[in-house]
């Protein structure tokens, strides 16, 4: 079983979209730019490392390059079992699986990164990570601080971030380092993130999370609240609202998707960190971290050589004798035909939806059993995009 896992914010790096320029899953950087009134190629060409803190470019960069990648893996035919994200990309794992729409998803992770900034500058704050300390021992050292500052990230077993005012962190730091810590990382970020200093910007995220009105899935998202797989969208308001100002189990996250069965993890993204997590986290687990056009040879041979995985079928492929699926003809956001339900007639050239600027039209005659893509949903060249019975 496989699993696609998304970096959070502090994985973007300057000029992490200069590999992808030339190849086809740009497309969605000129797209998120046209949502997010933002020229995010910019943002992933030219912006220094100074400007890419600001968590409003970092998390518009991330999500959208973490995507970029997961584009360019589906036109490859794969597909997960189950996903997940580390905080920020845990929106990013929503979108994937089309619980959020891709403008839906570009414009939330800008209200959410423009609410946790007022927020930060409200409450200034910073984060650190403890290493070589046991969870456990990580919250002693913050109660024994007596400040604001709190346990942020339960990231694997020996890692774990703290976060809250310069004092309280500083004042953690140190008793961390007399319990035992191997050492104590300031990390570069702007704010206090999953602390309560987050908690003036959810009542502006629960509002543009309605306004997204996330949707039932058919693959899972483990949640980093409560470190559970949900599939339906209306829990997602709660869960992603308690997410500004709640500690990110990720530790946990890794392990519920190791009880469910999965084996493999293929991080999706800028960076590489949620890679060497999941090693240290899930025994025997493989892994592989995606972030370049030339990581995507590599990952056809990583699947090559584990259990193997379905792949997306192909124009024509008979799900049954009397089947046939509809595909995709391009690359891009699908709107189908709202008309078109379930039982509806459909006749060889009719136009069922639209992809992009593309008119998704039917090879064949037949009776539409289902859609197979969401509205909204971003859908790569040949993927289907709905069946037929054809009796």
């Known amino acids: 079983m496989l699993a696609f896992t998304f970096p959070g914010q502090g994985s973007q790096r300057p000029g992490m979209g200069r590999p992808w320029l030339d190849h086809e899953s740009w497309e969605l950087v000129e797209e998120a730019s046209d949502?997010?009134?933002?020229?995010?190629?910019?943002?992933?060409?030219?912006?220094?490392?100074?400007?890419?803190?600001?968590?409003?470019?970092?998390?518009?960069?991330?999500?959208?390059?973490?995507?970029?990648?997961l584009d360019a893996v589906e036109r490859l035919g794969l597909e997960p079992t189950t996903c997940a994200g580390h905080s920020l990309g845990e929106y990013t794992a929503l979108t994937a699986t089309g619980a959020l729409a891709f403008d839906d998803g570009v414009r939330l992770v800008v209200e959410r990164a423009d609410a946790m900034h007022e927020a930060g500058a409200s409450s200034p704050g910073?984060?650190?990570?403890?290493?070589?300390?046991?969870?456990?021992?990580?919250?002693?050292?913050?109660?024994?601080?007596?400040?604001?500052?709190?346990?942020?990230?339960?990231?694997?077993?020996?890692?774990?971030?703290?976060?809250?005012?310069?004092?309280?962190?500083?004042?953690?730091?140190?008793?961390?380092?007399?319990?035992g810590a191997k050492k104590v990382m300031p990390l570069q970020v702007s704010g206090a993130f999953h602390t309560p200093f987050m908690t003036a910007a959810r009542d502006r995220l629960r509002a543009a999370i309605a306004d997204a009105s996330p949707r039932d899935t058919e693959v899972p998202v483990i949640s980093n609240v409560d470190a559970l797989a949900h599939d339906k969208g209306d829990e997602w308001a709660s869960l992603l609202s308690a997410q500004l100002s709640s500690p990110v189990r990720w530790k946990h996250c890794l392990l519920t998707m190791?009880?469910?069965?999965?084996?493999?993890?293929?991080?999706?993204?800028?960076?590489?960190?949620?890679?060497?997590?999941a090693k240290r986290s899930v025994e025997n687990a493989r892994t592989i971290s995606v972030a370049t056009p030339e990581d995507l040879d590599k990952l056809l041979e990583w699947i090559n050589n584990s259990?193997?995985?379905?792949?997306?079928?192909?124009?024509?492929?008979?799900?049954?004798?009397?089947?046939?699926?509809i595909v995709s003809p391009a690359a891009g956001?699908?709107?189908?035909?709202?008309?078109?339900?379930s039982g509806s007639m459909i006749v060889v050239g009719q136009v069922?939806?639209?992809?992009?600027?593309?008119?998704?039209?039917?090879?064949?005659?037949?009776?539409?059993?289902?859609?197979?893509?969401?509205?909204?949903?971003?859908?790569?060249?040949?993927?289907?995009?709905?069946?037929?019975?054809?009796?």
């Open 126 to 179: 910073t984060m650190s990570a403890v290493l070589g300390l046991d969870d456990d021992q990580v919250e002693i050292a913050c109660r024994r601080a007596d400040a604001d500052v709190w346990v942020a990230n339960f990231n694997a077993p020996g890692q774990v971030v703290i976060a809250g005012s310069p004092s309280g962190v500083a004042a953690a730091s140190q008793h961390a380092k007399e319990l």
């Open 35 to 69: 949502v997010s009134g933002r020229d995010v190629a910019r943002l992933l060409l030219d912006a220094d490392a100074e400007e890419l803190k600001d968590t409003r470019n970092a998390q518009l960069t991330t999500f959208v390059s973490s995507l970029m990648v």
């Open 333 to 341: 956001v699908f709107s189908p035909v709202t008309t078109l339900i």
């Open 307 to 325: 259990t193997p995985i379905v792949a997306t079928p192909h124009e024509g492929e008979h799900l049954f004798a009397h089947e046939r699926l």
């Open 352 to 391: 069922i939806g639209q992809v992009g600027d593309h008119d998704v039209r039917s090879p064949f005659d037949g009776q539409l059993q289902s859609f197979t893509a969401l509205e909204g949903e971003r859908v790569t060249s040949r993927q289907p995009i709905a069946w037929l019975r054809t009796e």
């Open 258 to 277: 190791s009880d469910m069965g999965v084996t493999s993890f293929a991080e999706l993204g800028p960076g590489g960190v949620l890679t060497g997590m």
